[in-house]
Protein backbone atom coordinates (compact mmCIF):
# COMPACT_ATOMS: atom_id res chain seq x y z
CA UNK A 1 0.00 0.00 0.00
CA UNK A 2 0.95 3.18 -0.84
CA UNK A 3 1.35 6.16 1.04
CA UNK A 4 -1.94 8.02 -0.45
CA UNK A 5 -4.38 5.68 0.06
CA UNK A 6 -2.69 4.88 3.67
CA UNK A 7 -3.63 8.04 4.28
CA UNK A 8 -7.09 7.52 2.54
CA UNK A 9 -7.83 4.89 5.00
CA UNK A 10 -6.37 6.57 8.02
CA UNK A 11 -8.80 9.15 8.01
CA UNK A 12 -11.53 7.42 7.16
CA UNK A 13 -11.59 5.42 10.11
CA UNK A 14 -10.92 8.31 12.09
CA UNK A 15 -13.44 10.25 11.18
CA UNK A 16 -15.85 6.99 10.68
CA UNK A 17 -14.88 6.32 14.69
CA UNK A 18 -15.23 9.78 15.79
CA UNK A 19 -19.01 9.91 14.39
CA UNK A 20 -19.23 6.78 16.53
CA UNK A 21 -17.61 8.07 19.57
CA UNK A 22 -20.12 11.37 19.61
CA UNK A 23 -22.91 9.16 19.46
CA UNK A 24 -21.93 7.43 22.13
CA UNK A 25 -21.40 10.30 24.32
CA UNK A 26 -24.99 11.53 23.10
CA UNK A 27 -26.55 8.34 23.76
CA UNK A 28 -24.60 7.96 27.14
CA UNK A 29 -26.41 11.19 28.29
CA UNK A 30 -29.87 9.96 28.09
CA UNK A 31 -28.84 6.13 29.51
CA UNK A 32 -27.54 7.63 32.80
CA UNK A 33 -30.90 10.43 33.01
CA UNK A 34 -32.74 7.11 32.69
CA UNK A 35 -30.42 4.72 34.71
CA UNK A 36 -30.40 7.35 37.62
CA UNK A 37 -33.73 8.81 37.20
CA UNK A 38 -36.56 5.77 37.19
CA UNK A 39 -35.73 3.83 40.22
CA UNK A 40 -36.72 7.45 41.81
CA UNK A 41 -39.57 8.14 39.51
CA UNK A 42 -43.27 7.50 41.21
CA UNK A 43 -46.73 8.46 40.29
CA UNK A 44 -46.69 10.87 43.45
CA UNK A 45 -43.79 13.21 41.33
CA UNK A 46 -46.32 14.15 38.70
CA UNK A 47 -49.08 14.13 40.44
CA UNK A 48 -48.31 16.07 43.71
CA UNK A 49 -46.64 19.43 44.61
CA UNK A 50 -44.03 19.62 47.13
CA UNK A 51 -45.86 19.04 50.68
CA UNK A 52 -43.90 19.40 54.12
CA UNK A 53 -39.99 18.43 54.13
CA UNK A 54 -40.07 17.79 50.59
CA UNK A 55 -36.83 19.34 50.58
CA UNK A 56 -35.43 16.93 53.11
CA UNK A 57 -36.53 13.66 51.19
CA UNK A 58 -40.32 13.48 52.57
CA UNK A 59 -43.62 13.39 50.04
CA UNK A 60 -44.56 14.83 47.20
CA UNK A 61 -43.35 15.63 43.82
CA UNK A 62 -42.73 18.40 41.41
CA UNK A 63 -46.22 18.88 39.88
CA UNK A 64 -45.95 22.65 40.97
CA UNK A 65 -42.93 22.81 38.63
CA UNK A 66 -44.54 21.37 35.37
CA UNK A 67 -47.82 23.28 35.94
CA UNK A 68 -45.65 25.84 36.22
CA UNK A 69 -43.49 25.34 33.09
CA UNK A 70 -46.80 24.80 31.12
CA UNK A 71 -48.27 28.41 32.16
CA UNK A 72 -45.00 30.05 31.38
CA UNK A 73 -44.33 28.51 28.27
CA UNK A 74 -47.54 28.59 27.09
CA UNK A 75 -47.94 32.24 27.95
CA UNK A 76 -45.04 33.20 26.64
CA UNK A 77 -45.34 31.24 23.70
CA UNK A 78 -48.81 33.00 22.91
CA UNK A 79 -47.47 36.70 23.31
CA UNK A 80 -44.65 35.75 20.97
CA UNK A 81 -47.20 34.04 17.89
CA UNK A 82 -48.91 37.76 18.07
CA UNK A 83 -45.40 39.84 17.52
CA UNK A 84 -43.97 36.94 15.42
CA UNK A 85 -46.27 36.01 13.04
CA UNK A 86 -47.33 39.43 11.74
CA UNK A 87 -43.75 40.23 11.56
CA UNK A 88 -42.70 36.74 9.79
CA UNK A 89 -45.60 37.68 7.49
CA UNK A 90 -44.49 41.55 6.70
CA UNK A 91 -41.25 40.62 6.07
CA UNK A 92 -42.12 37.98 3.31
CA UNK A 93 -45.26 40.01 1.85
CA UNK A 94 -44.70 43.52 1.98
CA UNK A 95 -41.06 43.74 2.56
CA UNK A 96 -40.55 41.01 -0.36
CA UNK A 97 -38.85 43.57 -2.32
CA UNK A 98 -36.77 45.43 -0.25
CA UNK A 99 -34.24 42.28 -0.04
CA UNK A 100 -31.23 43.92 1.10
CA UNK A 101 -33.08 45.40 4.14
CA UNK A 102 -34.66 42.36 4.54
CA UNK A 103 -31.07 40.66 4.96
CA UNK A 104 -30.48 42.69 7.45
CA UNK A 105 -33.32 42.16 9.61
CA UNK A 106 -32.55 38.43 9.19
CA UNK A 107 -29.23 39.44 10.42
CA UNK A 108 -30.08 41.07 13.59
CA UNK A 109 -32.72 38.42 14.25
CA UNK A 110 -30.26 35.86 14.13
CA UNK A 111 -27.44 37.67 16.76
CA UNK A 112 -31.17 38.08 19.13
CA UNK A 113 -31.46 34.47 18.55
CA UNK A 114 -27.46 34.27 19.50
CA UNK A 115 -27.90 36.30 22.64
CA UNK A 116 -27.46 34.33 25.73
CA UNK A 117 -30.65 33.45 28.41
CA UNK A 118 -29.26 34.88 31.12
CA UNK A 119 -28.66 38.26 29.07
CA UNK A 120 -32.26 38.16 28.48
CA UNK A 121 -33.08 37.01 31.94
CA UNK A 122 -31.14 40.52 33.37
CA UNK A 123 -32.43 42.47 30.88
CA UNK A 124 -36.53 40.98 31.82
CA UNK A 125 -35.40 41.93 35.54
CA UNK A 126 -34.64 45.62 34.64
CA UNK A 127 -37.86 46.06 32.66
CA UNK A 128 -39.24 44.33 35.38
CA UNK A 129 -37.93 47.26 38.31
CA UNK A 130 -38.79 49.98 35.83
CA UNK A 131 -42.96 48.78 35.47
CA UNK A 132 -42.82 47.49 39.15
CA UNK A 133 -43.79 44.31 39.17
CA UNK A 134 -42.12 41.42 41.65
CA UNK A 135 -40.98 38.24 40.65
CA UNK A 136 -44.08 36.76 39.15
CA UNK A 137 -45.63 34.92 36.45
CA UNK A 138 -46.03 37.06 34.20
CA UNK A 139 -42.60 39.15 34.71
CA UNK A 140 -41.68 35.29 33.55
CA UNK A 141 -43.93 35.24 30.59
CA UNK A 142 -42.19 38.83 29.37
CA UNK A 143 -38.93 37.75 29.78
CA UNK A 144 -39.30 34.43 27.56
CA UNK A 145 -42.08 36.07 25.20
CA UNK A 146 -39.13 38.15 24.01
CA UNK A 147 -36.29 35.92 24.44
CA UNK A 148 -38.56 33.40 22.02
CA UNK A 149 -39.91 35.96 19.18
CA UNK A 150 -36.86 36.25 17.05
CA UNK A 151 -35.75 32.03 17.65
CA UNK A 152 -39.64 32.08 15.97
CA UNK A 153 -40.09 34.58 13.81
CA UNK A 154 -36.86 33.24 11.91
CA UNK A 155 -38.13 29.60 12.36
CA UNK A 156 -41.21 31.02 10.36
CA UNK A 157 -39.32 33.10 8.35
CA UNK A 158 -37.73 29.98 6.79
CA UNK A 159 -40.73 28.40 6.07
CA UNK A 160 -42.41 31.17 4.55
CA UNK A 161 -39.44 31.59 2.13
CA UNK A 162 -40.02 28.79 0.47
CA UNK A 163 -43.83 29.75 -0.63
CA UNK A 164 -43.89 30.29 -4.59
CA UNK A 165 -44.10 34.03 -5.05
CA UNK A 166 -46.68 32.89 -7.99
CA UNK A 167 -49.17 32.66 -5.63
CA UNK A 168 -48.97 35.99 -4.38
CA UNK A 169 -49.34 37.52 -7.60
CA UNK A 170 -52.23 35.20 -8.55
CA UNK A 171 -53.54 36.25 -4.85
CA UNK A 172 -52.86 39.40 -5.66
CA UNK A 173 -54.49 39.33 -9.73
CA UNK A 174 -57.82 38.09 -8.32
CA UNK A 175 -58.21 41.49 -6.11
CA UNK A 176 -57.13 40.35 -2.86
CA UNK A 177 -55.48 42.89 -0.39
CA UNK A 178 -52.14 42.51 1.29
CA UNK A 179 -53.32 41.18 4.46
CA UNK A 180 -55.82 39.12 2.72
CA UNK A 181 -52.73 37.60 0.80
CA UNK A 182 -50.83 36.90 4.04
CA UNK A 183 -53.31 35.78 6.39
CA UNK A 184 -55.95 34.02 3.79
CA UNK A 185 -52.99 32.21 1.38
CA UNK A 186 -49.55 32.32 3.33
CA UNK A 187 -50.29 31.71 6.45
CA UNK A 188 -52.54 28.55 5.60
CA UNK A 189 -50.29 27.33 3.17
CA UNK A 190 -47.51 27.52 5.66
CA UNK A 191 -49.72 26.18 8.56
CA UNK A 192 -48.31 23.04 9.18
CA UNK A 193 -44.47 24.67 9.11
CA UNK A 194 -45.41 27.58 11.14
CA UNK A 195 -46.85 24.80 13.68
CA UNK A 196 -43.20 23.55 13.86
CA UNK A 197 -41.81 27.12 14.41
CA UNK A 198 -44.25 27.36 17.32
CA UNK A 199 -43.12 23.98 18.82
CA UNK A 200 -39.53 24.47 18.41
CA UNK A 201 -40.14 28.05 20.46
CA UNK A 202 -42.16 26.06 23.10
CA UNK A 203 -39.21 23.64 23.35
CA UNK A 204 -37.14 26.23 24.15
CA UNK A 205 -39.49 28.23 26.65
CA UNK A 206 -39.78 24.91 28.56
CA UNK A 207 -35.79 24.17 28.64
CA UNK A 208 -35.25 27.46 29.53
CA UNK A 209 -33.49 28.18 32.74
CA UNK A 210 -31.62 31.29 33.14
CA UNK A 211 -33.77 33.78 31.79
CA UNK A 212 -36.37 33.12 34.48
CA UNK A 213 -33.84 32.88 37.34
CA UNK A 214 -34.60 36.30 38.10
CA UNK A 215 -37.89 37.06 36.78
CA UNK A 216 -40.35 34.01 37.62
CA UNK A 217 -39.08 33.41 41.18
CA UNK A 218 -40.00 30.13 42.89
CA UNK A 219 -42.96 28.41 44.86
CA UNK A 220 -44.46 24.98 45.73
CA UNK A 221 -47.59 25.72 44.74
CA UNK A 222 -49.00 26.49 41.51
CA UNK A 223 -49.57 29.75 40.46
CA UNK A 224 -53.43 31.15 40.40
CA UNK A 225 -52.87 34.43 38.68
CA UNK A 226 -49.92 36.30 36.51
CA UNK A 227 -48.85 38.28 39.67
CA UNK A 228 -47.88 34.81 41.85
CA UNK A 229 -44.42 33.57 41.59
CA UNK A 230 -43.99 30.25 39.89
CA UNK A 231 -41.56 27.28 39.74
CA UNK A 232 -40.51 25.71 36.59
CA UNK A 233 -39.29 22.49 35.56
CA UNK A 234 -35.13 23.01 35.01
CA UNK A 235 -35.36 25.40 37.83
CA UNK A 236 -36.42 23.10 40.25
CA UNK A 237 -33.95 20.27 38.77
CA UNK A 238 -31.23 22.64 39.40
CA UNK A 239 -32.38 23.62 42.91
CA UNK A 240 -33.06 19.68 43.99
CA UNK A 241 -29.76 18.86 42.39
CA UNK A 242 -27.99 21.26 44.66
CA UNK A 243 -29.06 19.51 47.77
CA UNK A 244 -26.82 17.49 50.53
CA UNK A 245 -29.29 15.16 50.87
CA UNK A 246 -29.46 12.25 48.64
CA UNK A 247 -33.12 11.77 48.56
CA UNK A 248 -33.68 15.19 47.26
CA UNK A 249 -30.99 14.54 44.43
CA UNK A 250 -32.88 11.11 43.38
CA UNK A 251 -36.11 13.11 42.62
CA UNK A 252 -33.42 15.77 40.41
CA UNK A 253 -32.96 12.55 38.58
CA UNK A 254 -36.96 11.95 38.17
CA UNK A 255 -37.34 15.54 37.26
CA UNK A 256 -34.76 15.60 34.57
CA UNK A 257 -36.76 12.52 33.03
CA UNK A 258 -39.99 14.59 32.74
CA UNK A 259 -38.62 17.63 31.32
CA UNK A 260 -36.47 15.23 28.76
CA UNK A 261 -39.45 13.68 27.85
CA UNK A 262 -41.37 17.12 27.44
CA UNK A 263 -39.21 18.38 25.35
CA UNK A 264 -38.70 14.85 23.42
CA UNK A 265 -42.39 15.04 22.73
CA UNK A 266 -42.42 18.20 21.21
CA UNK A 267 -40.30 17.84 19.42
CA UNK A 268 -40.79 14.66 17.66
CA UNK A 269 -44.58 16.31 17.38
CA UNK A 270 -42.34 19.00 15.00
CA UNK A 271 -40.64 16.50 12.68
CA UNK A 272 -43.85 14.37 12.16
CA UNK A 273 -45.86 17.80 10.96
CA UNK A 274 -43.08 18.44 9.33
CA UNK A 275 -42.92 15.10 7.47
CA UNK A 276 -46.98 15.64 7.34
CA UNK A 277 -46.26 19.12 5.07
CA UNK A 278 -43.94 17.61 2.87
CA UNK A 279 -46.34 14.69 1.81
CA UNK A 280 -48.49 16.78 1.22
CA UNK A 281 -47.60 19.86 -0.45
CA UNK A 282 -48.24 19.62 -4.13
CA UNK A 283 -44.53 20.59 -5.27
CA UNK A 284 -41.55 18.75 -3.69
CA UNK A 285 -39.56 21.41 -3.44
CA UNK A 286 -41.13 23.70 -1.39
CA UNK B 1 -43.25 44.95 -10.09
CA UNK B 2 -46.30 43.77 -8.20
CA UNK B 3 -48.33 45.51 -5.98
CA UNK B 4 -51.64 45.47 -4.35
CA UNK B 5 -54.31 46.74 -6.70
CA UNK B 6 -55.76 49.98 -5.37
CA UNK B 7 -59.06 49.28 -3.60
CA UNK B 8 -61.88 51.46 -2.82
CA UNK B 9 -60.56 53.55 0.33
CA UNK B 10 -63.80 52.96 2.69
CA UNK B 11 -65.27 49.69 3.28
CA UNK B 12 -64.30 47.17 5.80
CA UNK B 13 -61.08 45.32 3.79
CA UNK B 14 -59.16 48.91 3.49
CA UNK B 15 -59.75 49.35 7.11
CA UNK B 16 -59.16 45.62 7.89
CA UNK B 17 -55.92 46.09 5.64
CA UNK B 18 -54.70 49.50 7.37
CA UNK B 19 -55.22 48.14 11.14
CA UNK B 20 -53.42 44.76 9.86
CA UNK B 21 -50.10 46.35 8.68
CA UNK B 22 -49.78 49.04 11.74
CA UNK B 23 -49.60 45.75 13.83
CA UNK B 24 -47.27 43.76 11.54
CA UNK B 25 -45.37 47.19 11.44
CA UNK B 26 -45.61 47.83 15.25
CA UNK B 27 -44.50 44.21 16.00
CA UNK B 28 -40.93 44.89 13.66
CA UNK B 29 -40.36 47.84 15.42
CA UNK B 30 -40.44 46.27 18.67
CA UNK B 31 -38.30 43.14 17.42
CA UNK B 32 -36.29 45.47 15.73
CA UNK B 33 -35.78 47.79 19.16
CA UNK B 34 -35.33 45.24 21.00
CA UNK B 35 -31.28 44.73 21.09
CA UNK B 36 -30.98 48.34 21.40
CA UNK B 37 -33.13 48.14 24.34
CA UNK B 38 -30.88 45.46 25.94
CA UNK B 39 -27.80 47.55 25.49
CA UNK B 40 -29.37 50.62 27.42
CA UNK B 41 -30.98 48.90 29.67
CA UNK B 42 -28.62 47.41 31.04
CA UNK B 43 -25.88 50.22 30.50
CA UNK B 44 -28.46 52.33 32.76
CA UNK B 45 -28.49 49.89 35.50
CA UNK B 46 -24.74 49.48 35.19
CA UNK B 47 -24.08 53.24 35.05
CA UNK B 48 -23.66 53.81 39.16
CA UNK B 49 -20.87 51.22 39.06
CA UNK B 50 -19.39 53.10 36.20
CA UNK B 51 -19.27 56.25 37.47
CA UNK B 52 -18.10 55.11 41.35
CA UNK B 53 -14.47 53.57 38.86
CA UNK B 54 -13.28 53.53 35.74
CA UNK B 55 -14.11 51.12 32.83
CA UNK B 56 -10.57 49.51 32.81
CA UNK B 57 -10.36 49.56 36.94
CA UNK B 58 -13.23 46.93 36.92
CA UNK B 59 -11.80 44.87 33.82
CA UNK B 60 -8.79 44.55 34.76
CA UNK B 61 -9.07 44.32 38.70
CA UNK B 62 -8.68 41.08 40.38
CA UNK B 63 -10.26 41.79 43.61
CA UNK B 64 -13.97 40.85 44.23
CA UNK B 65 -15.28 41.80 47.27
CA UNK B 66 -18.64 43.21 47.30
CA UNK B 67 -18.59 44.21 50.63
CA UNK B 68 -16.13 46.66 50.74
CA UNK B 69 -17.02 47.55 46.84
CA UNK B 70 -14.18 45.92 45.02
CA UNK B 71 -15.57 44.83 41.67
CA UNK B 72 -12.72 43.35 39.60
CA UNK B 73 -14.06 41.08 36.59
CA UNK B 74 -10.82 39.70 35.52
CA UNK B 75 -11.40 36.07 37.55
CA UNK B 76 -14.90 35.81 35.57
CA UNK B 77 -13.63 37.09 32.45
CA UNK B 78 -10.27 34.40 32.81
CA UNK B 79 -12.97 31.89 33.81
CA UNK B 80 -14.96 32.35 30.98
CA UNK B 81 -12.40 32.42 28.23
CA UNK B 82 -10.83 29.23 30.00
CA UNK B 83 -13.49 27.31 30.00
CA UNK B 84 -15.20 28.06 25.82
CA UNK B 85 -11.34 27.54 25.01
CA UNK B 86 -11.42 24.00 26.42
CA UNK B 87 -14.80 23.54 25.09
CA UNK B 88 -14.02 24.50 21.40
CA UNK B 89 -10.69 22.29 21.62
CA UNK B 90 -12.93 19.24 22.58
CA UNK B 91 -15.88 20.33 20.56
CA UNK B 92 -14.25 22.06 17.03
CA UNK B 93 -12.27 18.67 15.86
CA UNK B 94 -15.47 16.17 16.55
CA UNK B 95 -17.91 17.55 14.79
CA UNK B 96 -15.70 18.38 12.26
CA UNK B 97 -14.34 14.76 11.92
CA UNK B 98 -18.17 13.73 11.94
CA UNK B 99 -19.19 16.50 9.33
CA UNK B 100 -17.25 15.30 7.01
CA UNK B 101 -17.70 11.45 8.19
CA UNK B 102 -21.42 11.97 7.71
CA UNK B 103 -21.44 14.03 4.68
CA UNK B 104 -18.59 12.90 2.43
CA UNK B 105 -17.37 9.01 3.71
CA UNK B 106 -20.69 8.11 4.70
CA UNK B 107 -23.94 6.50 2.80
CA UNK B 108 -26.78 9.27 1.61
CA UNK B 109 -29.40 7.10 3.88
CA UNK B 110 -27.28 7.41 7.08
CA UNK B 111 -27.33 11.66 6.82
CA UNK B 112 -31.24 11.14 6.86
CA UNK B 113 -30.95 8.76 9.64
CA UNK B 114 -28.76 11.00 12.07
CA UNK B 115 -29.82 14.38 11.05
CA UNK B 116 -33.56 13.93 13.17
CA UNK B 117 -31.34 12.29 15.76
CA UNK B 118 -28.98 15.77 16.48
CA UNK B 119 -31.92 18.39 15.70
CA UNK B 120 -33.42 16.77 19.01
CA UNK B 121 -29.92 16.36 20.90
CA UNK B 122 -29.75 20.24 19.97
CA UNK B 123 -33.27 21.20 21.41
CA UNK B 124 -32.51 19.04 24.89
CA UNK B 125 -31.80 21.83 27.56
CA UNK B 126 -28.65 22.74 29.09
CA UNK B 127 -30.21 21.30 32.51
CA UNK B 128 -30.15 18.57 31.58
CA UNK B 129 -26.69 18.19 30.05
CA UNK B 130 -25.41 19.92 34.12
CA UNK B 131 -27.74 16.45 35.20
CA UNK B 132 -25.23 14.66 33.23
CA UNK B 133 -22.10 16.15 33.92
CA UNK B 134 -22.13 16.27 37.78
CA UNK B 135 -23.60 12.23 37.63
CA UNK B 136 -20.66 11.32 35.28
CA UNK B 137 -17.71 13.60 34.35
CA UNK B 138 -17.47 14.94 38.12
CA UNK B 139 -15.96 11.58 39.29
CA UNK B 140 -13.98 11.25 36.18
CA UNK B 141 -12.56 14.40 36.00
CA UNK B 142 -11.64 14.02 40.42
CA UNK B 143 -10.52 10.49 39.10
CA UNK B 144 -8.12 11.71 36.34
CA UNK B 145 -6.55 14.47 38.73
CA UNK B 146 -5.57 12.25 41.41
CA UNK B 147 -3.82 10.06 38.22
CA UNK B 148 -1.61 12.69 37.61
CA UNK B 149 -1.54 13.09 41.18
CA UNK B 150 -3.19 16.50 41.41
CA UNK B 151 -6.31 16.51 44.53
CA UNK B 152 -9.81 17.76 43.20
CA UNK B 153 -12.96 17.95 43.74
CA UNK B 154 -13.91 17.08 39.92
CA UNK B 155 -15.90 20.30 39.77
CA UNK B 156 -13.47 22.58 37.38
CA UNK B 157 -11.90 24.21 34.85
CA UNK B 158 -12.25 20.97 32.73
CA UNK B 159 -15.73 19.47 33.44
CA UNK B 160 -17.04 22.31 32.58
CA UNK B 161 -15.14 22.42 29.00
CA UNK B 162 -16.37 19.03 28.41
CA UNK B 163 -20.24 19.67 29.59
CA UNK B 164 -20.23 22.77 27.28
CA UNK B 165 -18.12 20.86 24.49
CA UNK B 166 -20.30 18.10 24.28
CA UNK B 167 -23.42 20.30 24.43
CA UNK B 168 -22.08 22.27 21.89
CA UNK B 169 -21.70 19.96 19.54
CA UNK B 170 -24.51 18.81 17.89
CA UNK B 171 -24.90 21.93 17.28
CA UNK B 172 -22.22 23.42 15.56
CA UNK B 173 -22.44 19.83 13.65
CA UNK B 174 -25.35 20.88 12.49
CA UNK B 175 -24.12 23.73 11.17
CA UNK B 176 -21.02 22.12 9.37
CA UNK B 177 -23.06 19.66 7.72
CA UNK B 178 -25.09 22.66 5.86
CA UNK B 179 -21.25 24.08 5.36
CA UNK B 180 -20.35 20.89 3.51
CA UNK B 181 -23.70 19.95 2.12
CA UNK B 182 -24.25 23.43 0.22
CA UNK B 183 -20.95 22.43 -1.57
CA UNK B 184 -21.01 22.75 -5.04
CA UNK B 185 -20.69 18.91 -6.21
CA UNK B 186 -18.92 19.91 -9.40
CA UNK B 187 -15.75 21.02 -7.46
CA UNK B 188 -15.86 17.79 -5.87
CA UNK B 189 -16.15 15.94 -9.00
CA UNK B 190 -13.26 18.12 -10.58
CA UNK B 191 -10.70 17.00 -7.91
CA UNK B 192 -12.01 12.93 -8.42
CA UNK B 193 -11.69 13.48 -11.91
CA UNK B 194 -7.88 14.39 -11.27
CA UNK B 195 -7.00 12.05 -9.63
CA UNK B 196 -6.84 12.65 -6.36
CA UNK B 197 -8.23 9.96 -3.48
CA UNK B 198 -11.52 11.60 -1.50
CA UNK B 199 -9.18 12.55 1.63
CA UNK B 200 -6.85 14.61 -0.66
CA UNK B 201 -10.25 16.16 -2.11
CA UNK B 202 -11.64 17.26 1.73
CA UNK B 203 -8.33 18.33 2.22
CA UNK B 204 -7.22 20.16 -0.58
CA UNK B 205 -10.85 21.34 -2.12
CA UNK B 206 -13.77 21.61 0.49
CA UNK B 207 -12.03 22.59 3.46
CA UNK B 208 -10.44 25.33 2.45
CA UNK B 209 -13.76 26.26 -0.47
CA UNK B 210 -16.04 26.08 3.10
CA UNK B 211 -12.97 27.23 5.37
CA UNK B 212 -14.92 30.27 6.40
CA UNK B 213 -18.21 28.57 6.67
CA UNK B 214 -16.28 25.98 9.08
CA UNK B 215 -14.87 29.20 11.19
CA UNK B 216 -18.16 30.97 11.18
CA UNK B 217 -19.71 27.34 12.96
CA UNK B 218 -16.99 27.29 15.47
CA UNK B 219 -17.77 30.88 16.39
CA UNK B 220 -21.21 30.47 16.63
CA UNK B 221 -19.97 27.48 19.00
CA UNK B 222 -17.98 29.84 21.02
CA UNK B 223 -21.22 32.77 21.62
CA UNK B 224 -23.06 29.68 22.16
CA UNK B 225 -20.96 28.14 24.98
CA UNK B 226 -19.89 32.09 26.61
CA UNK B 227 -23.65 32.41 27.26
CA UNK B 228 -24.30 28.65 28.76
CA UNK B 229 -25.32 29.50 32.32
CA UNK B 230 -27.06 26.25 34.05
CA UNK B 231 -24.92 24.03 32.99
CA UNK B 232 -21.47 25.48 33.87
CA UNK B 233 -22.70 26.86 36.92
CA UNK B 234 -23.58 22.98 37.98
CA UNK B 235 -20.04 21.53 37.11
CA UNK B 236 -17.82 24.27 37.02
CA UNK B 237 -17.24 24.88 41.05
CA UNK B 238 -18.09 28.51 41.46
CA UNK B 239 -14.90 30.24 43.26
CA UNK B 240 -13.32 33.60 42.70
CA UNK B 241 -9.52 32.62 41.87
CA UNK B 242 -7.39 32.29 38.93
CA UNK B 243 -7.36 28.61 37.85
CA UNK B 244 -3.63 27.31 37.80
CA UNK B 245 -4.33 24.51 35.97
CA UNK B 246 -7.65 22.64 34.60
CA UNK B 247 -8.41 20.62 37.71
CA UNK B 248 -9.01 24.28 39.77
CA UNK B 249 -12.98 25.25 40.11
CA UNK B 250 -13.32 28.72 38.08
CA UNK B 251 -16.17 30.85 38.03
CA UNK B 252 -17.57 32.38 34.80
CA UNK B 253 -19.59 35.46 34.20
CA UNK B 254 -22.60 33.61 33.55
CA UNK B 255 -22.73 31.89 36.41
CA UNK B 256 -21.32 35.27 38.64
CA UNK B 257 -25.05 36.45 37.61
CA UNK B 258 -26.89 33.43 38.16
CA UNK B 259 -25.44 32.79 41.69
CA UNK B 260 -26.08 36.02 43.04
CA UNK B 261 -29.26 37.29 41.86
CA UNK B 262 -30.62 36.75 45.24
CA UNK B 263 -28.72 38.79 47.44
CA UNK B 264 -27.71 41.65 45.10
CA UNK B 265 -30.32 43.81 46.24
CA UNK B 266 -28.85 44.42 50.23
CA UNK B 267 -25.16 45.17 48.95
CA UNK B 268 -24.59 48.65 47.33
CA UNK B 269 -23.57 48.90 43.62
CA UNK B 270 -23.47 44.38 43.60
CA UNK B 271 -26.63 44.72 41.26
CA UNK B 272 -25.17 47.26 39.19
CA UNK B 273 -22.05 45.21 39.21
CA UNK B 274 -23.89 42.52 37.88
CA UNK B 275 -26.15 44.40 35.29
CA UNK B 276 -22.52 45.66 34.13
CA UNK B 277 -21.72 41.41 33.82
CA UNK B 278 -25.09 40.86 32.06
CA UNK B 279 -24.05 43.65 29.63
CA UNK B 280 -20.22 42.87 29.27
CA UNK B 281 -21.70 39.19 27.95
CA UNK B 282 -24.56 40.59 25.86
CA UNK B 283 -21.46 43.12 23.95
CA UNK B 284 -19.37 39.97 24.15
CA UNK B 285 -21.77 37.26 22.69
CA UNK B 286 -22.99 39.57 20.22
CA UNK B 287 -19.53 40.95 18.73
CA UNK B 288 -18.89 37.26 17.93
CA UNK B 289 -22.15 36.80 16.73
CA UNK B 290 -22.17 39.37 14.16
CA UNK B 291 -18.43 38.59 13.27
CA UNK B 292 -19.86 34.87 12.63
CA UNK B 293 -23.15 35.10 11.01
CA UNK B 294 -21.05 38.54 8.40
CA UNK B 295 -19.00 35.63 7.27
CA UNK B 296 -21.58 33.04 6.64
CA UNK B 297 -23.80 36.17 5.23
CA UNK B 298 -20.56 36.20 2.98
CA UNK B 299 -19.73 32.88 2.40
CA UNK B 300 -23.27 31.93 1.36
CA UNK B 301 -23.21 34.75 -1.38
Redesign the interface.
Known amino acids: MNR??L??QF??R???L??V???V??T??IA??LY?GIPAMSWDMITKVPQGGFYFGKEGGVLNAIIGSFYLAGGATLCAI???L??A???NI?LV?YQSFL?R?R??????W??????????G???ML?FGLRASLLAGIITVA?MI??IM?RAMDEVLRTIPRGL??AS?SL?S???????KIYARKALPGLTTAVL?AL??G?????AV??TAGFTDYIPENLLQPTATL?LS??FQ?SSPIEAVRER??AA?II??VI??L???TG?GISTLYKKYSANGND | MISALKIKQTGSRFWVDRISTTWMLAGLFFILVVPFAIFLGLLIKALPLLYDQSLWAILSGTEWSPMRGNFGFLPFIVGSVLVTVLAVCFSAPTSLMAAIYITQFAPKRFLKLVHPVIDILAGIPSVIYGVWGVLTIIPLVAGLASWFGISSTGYSILAGGIVLAVMSTPYVLNMLIEVFRSMPIGLKEASLSLGSTYWECIKHVLLRKGLSGILAAFALGVSNALGNTIAVLMVVGNRVQFPSNVFEAGYPIPALIANNYGEMMSIPLYDSALMFAALLLFVMVTFFNFASRYFIQKYEV
Do not use: N
Open positions: KSEEFRLTQTTLLFVLWITIRFVSPVLFMHKTILLLDILGVPAIVYGAFFTLYICPIMEYGTRTETAFLGKIGDAALFPIFLAYALTILFSLR
